[in-house]
């Protein structure tokens, strides 16, 4: 069948639509992906060259008593016209959306044509546009079963949040040595996200000073703006690292690390249970309806992680809990196998399969 994947604006929603795009395309369907016009889009399909894909104006919803809402009426109206115009040559016979309005104009696009539409929610709590395209589209696919509560009328599926097949565990030595790190040495991962984070990097920072005795070394994804900054604070307190500003090949960084300090997104937290990587967790405060904080309770409650506000991180806090863990093996190891359990299994094929499911008995019906 013909499928499209809605899936741009932030690693969350790309991630996993690619990963459910690379299944599609091994089971023979041809897919097309609709993405946002952000940069995170562009470097995130660079390494997919093969996969047929066109951008729709980025829109986010401004308050309904906003002037901007005009603005967001006529973006999502020409990226309703784009769909419409792709749907008449591509003829797509299923819609998936992955959260976002940059789904929303696909998914109603769909709608127009009477073709099945679904979409995916990996959040603990779903973002607006999913609450309300939840009310056309044929089946909601869950991230979490915590967040069935929120879709009463809707028909709703538990498949996981999908993770992309080049994520594949590695051995840890080899990790290490392809990072410039030191074999013997605990490693620790700070990740932000997509979206950078910089609420992490400057906690990370007035960590390091209370650190620089423990031993342990140090994986860095900062995002390209604080990259400098931290890196110089590293070198100051002697902590051997590697920073970057983000790495293509992720199964090196996860693979390597024996514990995450990280956001809360639903993609990242997949891809950390998938490794088996506990986590030290400080949700995005500003996400909304604070559903980062709700995705890190279900690791917390579980024991694969331990939760932290930003709001009440000072250095020496985050560095006590960092050295608390780091040098607590068992601990670790118990943690690390609570995160092993939380992992979708095959989350991708789940949500290929729903997909398949009512697309073939419309085709019966």
């Given at each position: ?51 047929r894909y066109e951008k729709l104006p980025t829109v986010g919803l401004p308050s309904p008593f906003s002037p901007a809402i005009l603005g967001f009426l006529r973006r999502f109206n020409e990226s ?286």
């Open positions: 069948m013909n499928a499209v994947i809605a899936c741009g604006g932030t690693g969350g929603h790309l991630f996993p639509g690619i990963a459910v795009a690379e299944v599609l395309r091994e089971r023979g369907h041809e897919v097309m992906l609709f993405v946002s016009e952000k940069e995170v889009d562009a470097l995130a399909l660079s390494g997919h060259s093969d996969f309703l016209s784009l769909c419409r115009s792709s749907y008449r040559k591509f003829k797509p016979q299923v819609v998936l959306g992955m959260g976002g309005f940059t789904s929303t104009a696909p998914i109603l696009a769909g709608r127009m044509r009477g073709v099945p539409t679904f979409i995916h929610e990996s959040n603990a709590i779903p973002g607006k546009a999913n609450r309300w395209t939840a009310r056309i589209v044929r089946a909601v696919l869950l991230g979490f079963k915590e967040c069935a509560p929120f879709f009463p009328r809707a028909r709703t599926e538990i498949t996981g949040t999908p993770i992309r097949t080049e994520l594949q565990r590695m051995d840890r030595r080899i990790a290490r040595e392809k990072l410039g790190l030191r074999p013997d040495l605990p490693t620790v991962l700070v990740m932000g996200g997509s979206q950078g984070a910089s609420g992490i990097n400057q906690a990370i920072i007035r960590s390091l000073p209370s650190l620089r005795s423990t031993p342990l070394q140090v994986i860095h994804l900062s995002g390209a703006r604080d990259e400098r900054l931290v890196a110089d604070n590293y070198q100051r307190e002697n902590i051997p690292v590697y920073v970057a500003p983000f790495h293509h090949r992720m199964e090196e960084v996860y693979s390597a690390a024996d514990l995450a300090v990280a956001r809360s997104g639903a993609a990242s937290l997949a891809e950390l249970a998938f490794f088996s990587l506990p986590g030290i967790l400080i949700p995005f405060p500003y996400a909304a309806d604070d559903h980062q904080t709700r995705n890190a309770e279900i690791f917390g409650r579980a024991g694969a992680a331990i939760v932290l506000k930003e709001s009440e991180l000072s250095g020496d806090r985050l560095a006590g809990k960092i050295k608390e863990l780091i040098t607590d093996r068992p601990r670790i190891g118990r943690m690390s196998g609570i995160a092993s359990r939380l992992a979708p299994k095959n989350a991708a094929g789940l949500v290929v399969a729903a997909m398949e499911k009512y697309t073939n008995h419309d085709s019966r019906s």
